[in-house]
Structures are given as C-alpha cells and as structure tokens.
C-alpha cells in the first residue's frame, strides 16, 4: 500500500506514472500522509497535513489509494479525504492493539517475544561494546603490522524501533487517528505474513475487529486486495495460496469487500505497477457495499460442486450473465480423487457451470482453481472480474498447523 504514484525511494512509480501525475487535478480530494514511526503505546496526534490532490502531489501518495479514491470520486461526485497511513513490508501484528493480540494466547506469544527481545536490548549493547573493544585493539595491531582490519561487528538494532514490532505501527500511526470520523478501510498487505499463511485468516480478523470497536463507529467498510500472483523463494510452492485463503475467509465478516488481484501481478516483482486498476476494483466493492449501488464488484466466485459421471460440476456467484474465458479454455483447474493427489483438469463451460474430467482420476472428490504461488488462470465474468482462487477440499494445507511463537527474524 506503500507503493506510491510516482517513484519516491523503495516504493513508487505506477505505470504511466508521469501522465498519472500530470493529470492530477481533483480540487473535491484531499490527502493526508501520516510520517512513519514506531511506538510503545498508543499516541495521541500524528505528523502531516491535509493538501488538495494536484499534480504537486500525489506522487508521494499511495498509488492505490489514490486511484481507489479517484474512482470513487468520480462514480460518487461528492468530495473524498484519504489519509495514507503505510509502511511497505510488515505484519499485520504491528498494526494491531496489544489488547487485541494478548487476548489470543496465539497471537500474545508474539508480542511477549517482541517485549523479551526489548528486555534483552541493553545486554546486547553491552556485549557489542565488548565486541567493538576487542576490535579496535586488532584492527589497531593489523594497521601497525600492514595487515586487513578484520570487519566490524554488526551494530545490534534497537528492537523499539523496528517497524515489524507487535503493535507498534497501530501504536503510533492508526491509534491517533482513531477519534476522526471515516467511511471505511481499504488494506493491502499479507507478503510479510505468508510465513504463517494459515494463521493470518486469524490474525487479520482480529485486527478488523480490532480497529472497527477502536474507532467506535461500528461495522465500518473494510476492504482488502488480495494477493498478486507471485513467484517468491518460499519453502512451500503454494504458501501465497493458503494466504490468498486466508484474505478470503476474512469475508464473513459484514461490510468487507475483497479485490482480486491474482491475474495483475508480475511474476517477477513482488511490486507490481498495474495500481490503477487495483484501485478500481477496491473502489466498485466500496460503491456496492458502502454506498448501496447494485454494481457487480466481484469475480465468479465458487458456491457449489456435484459429482456426475466421473467428473466435477462447479457453480458461481457473481457470475450474472455468464462465465468468460479469456483464453481457448479454462486453464489453471486441478482435480483429485480420495488419495488426495491432484491433477491438471479438462475444463470447459456449460452454462453457468465449470466441467472438469481427467483421465488419471476416475472418481474425482475435489478441486481447486489457481492454487498456486503464480498461477496459470484465465476465469472471470461478464463485467472483466477474474474469479478469486479457491478449493472444494479442506484437506490439510502448508502452514496449517504452524503458529508463530516468537518475533520474526527478519530485520
């Protein structure tokens, strides 16, 4: 969500980021940037300030939120304020209330590795000193005797500040903004997660919950992207699948919509730039589920299966009008009979259903759709949505079962 407009450091540049600026001049939008910070309790007041959206700019501002709150602007004609609130690359337990996360024994052993890691602090300071002692005498002896210094030791990092500490972002950059009045959330994060993808459907509905009694205005709209299609280095080749689930799963919860991202990604950078049309995903689940209108903001989506003559007959919600394939046939369909041992399907439509057969499973019981890390998928219905990846099956999955029970070692 980071990601911004234009390219400003780490995170930024959206395709045709130039024009996308340039053409910035929406005096009825106003943008806020919350500066970034760390803290241990909640805060009372952040850093930035409201300015009109203008080619001066949005650049800095979060792609997607700018084009979801330009969508928005337009379909509803009516002035729109977006705060950007955004850290790229962390947990969602860093935005999270430690009241929340220490009512989940789960979720606290987290949080209690985080404090632990902060008690320990000033022993390993103390223990660099040493280190750093000892260096300067045999980088001092090497110098007089012509030789290389050996390396510095590794300067340890405060744990205060680390922008992945268990409540430490809703600390400081969503506890302050809590006594303004908003219309709703949109949300987009889970790579940082995928280590504990099964856990996150857990700790993403905690935080919704969360931060919905923390505002006091009940169930407000809550919005989220799920994740692009990816190739990342994970141990297990379908973790962002179980994630992706996980996302989904949060939709039990009222007035939450999710944006289906999985055909926009890019294999190859796990920041893709298509933000536009992130946006306006994200904005018609805002028009439907926060403003009433009856627009269609969600691909097929699976709703029920039958077995018939050895092969699977799946039907779909939010396919009104019928099911399109972009492609000869449907592609990216697996199938597996009792043994649990998937394969990939013939698939093909008939009427509003999806037909899969294949000849290595005679009796099949189950299916799945796109449940890869970067899938092959070309499923979507007659307003352009592509159809979220799902399975039939609950059968066991990687992650499920691993709970976190200490800060993450990423730094």
Known sequence: MEFAVWNHGVFGGADNAEKEVAAANFPEMRLFIVNREVAGKPQTDVEGKWVVASPATVGSFSAVGYFFGRNLYKAIKAPV?????????????????????????????????????I?????????????????????????????????LPPTPKDPRSNSWRASGLWNAMIAPLTPYAIAGAIWYQGESNAEFAYQYRKVFSTMIR?????????????????????????????????????????????????????????????????????????ALAAQNVAYGRKIEYMGPSFKSMRV???????????????????GPSPTG???????????????????????????????????????????????????????????????????????????????
Not at 126 to 131: D, E, P, R, S
Not at 265 to 278: A, F, L
Not at 401 to 407: K, L, N
């Open 81 to 117: 304020g977006l705060i950007d609130s955004t850290w790229g690359g962390t947990e969602a337990e860093a935005w999270t209330s430690s009241e929340a996360i220490d009512a989940d024994p789960d979720l606290k052993a987290v949080a209690d590795s985080w404090q632990q890691r």
């Open 119 to 151: 008690l320990d602090f000033p022993s390993a300071l103390q223990t660099y000193q040493q280190k750093l002692s000892e260096w300067e005498k045999t980088a001092e002896d090497a110098e007089t005797k012509g030789n290389v210094a050996p390396p």
């Open 210 to 282: 969360q931060w919905r009694t923390s505002w006091g205005e009940g169930d407000f709209p809550f919005f989220f992207v799920q994740l692009a299609n990816f190739v990342p280095n994970n141990k297990f080749p379908d973790t962002w699948a179980v994630l992706r689930e996980s996302q989904q799963k949060v939709l039990d919860l009222p007035k939450t919509g999710m944006a289906v991202a999985v055909d926009i990604g890019d294999p190859h950078d796990i920041h893709p730039r298509n933000k536009q049309e992130v946006g306006r995903r994200l």
């Open 308 to 326: 018939d003559a050895g092969g699977l007959h799946l039907r779909f919600t939010h396919a009104v009008g019928g099911l399109v394939v972009r």
């Open 333 to 411: 369909f697996v199938i597996a009979g009792q043994d649990q041992e998937f394969y990939p399907a013939t698939a093909k439509v008939v009427g509003n259903e999806v037909v899969l057969t294949s000849a290595q499973v005679s009796k099949p019981v189950a299916a799945r759709y796109a449940w890869a890390d970067d899938p092959k998928c070309n499923l979507y219905n007659k307003q352009g949505l592509p159809a979220p990846p799902f399975r039939t099956d609950d059968w066991l999955v990687s992650t499920q079962g691993s709970v976190r029970t200490e800060a993450s070692k990423i730094w």
